[in-house]
């Protein structure tokens, strides 16, 4: 898949069929993740994987989307490691990097992906859930599996709306 046709067909994926997503494909996911920039090159990323039944339910009831995890093969918490910080927007940064490029990722190995945000009102009880420290701070769950459908449609602004000058 060419870079930029993976960027653009890219949709978040929220339905999945039974399908497992394999180790190796979400160790290449994780992978593109670690390979996205930060500053100093500090790699502030963590990254928890949540394929078990029991792991899945757990996760699933700590937020609205939690039908999306449920009928998720694979879920992936992904943190930043609080001790690995330098620099709160900059670290945050490189962590929307990490995301975009796991997402990319999954759409390139032919799999579907969504971030999810919500949950985030809960993450203290998603860290507690998985066992972490308190250092790693919840910054999404990537849900991961095989598209149901692949109809999905999105739509941005046209570029006058958010290209502000050319001078
Ligand atoms: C920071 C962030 C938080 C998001 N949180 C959620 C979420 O909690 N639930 C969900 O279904 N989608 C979530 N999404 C996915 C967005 O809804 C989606 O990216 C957006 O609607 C554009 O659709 P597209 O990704 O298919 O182009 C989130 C995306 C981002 C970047």
């Not at 994987?49 to 999306?68: H, N």
Request: some cysteine.
């Amino acid at each position: 898949m060419k870079l930029l046709d993976g960027i653009y067909t890219r949709r978040s994926v929220r339905q999945f069929t039974e399908e497992p997503v394999s180790d190796e494909q979400v160790k290449e996911i994780i992978k593109a993740g670690m390979w996205a920039p930060s500053g100093l090159n500090n790699q502030p990323w963590r990254f928890a994987v949540v394929k078990s039944d029991e792991a899945r339910e757990g996760l699933a009831g700590l937020t609205k989307y939690g039908k999306v995890i449920k009928g998720a093969p694979v879920s992936i918490a992904v943190f930043v490691d609080r001790e690995a910080m330098y620099n709160d927007v900059k670290d945050h940064q490189s962590m929307g990097a990490c995301l975009q490029n796991m997402l990319l990722a999954a759409h390139a190995l032919g799999l579907g992906a969504v971030w999810l945000g919500e949950i985030l009102n809960n993450a203290e009880k998603v860290r507690e859930l998985i066992g972490l420290p308190e250092t790693l701070e919840l910054m999404a769950v990537i849900a991961i599996g095989h598209p149901a459908r692949s109809d999905q449609k999105s739509s941005r602004k046209d570029m006058s709306e958010v290209l502000l000058k050319e001078i």
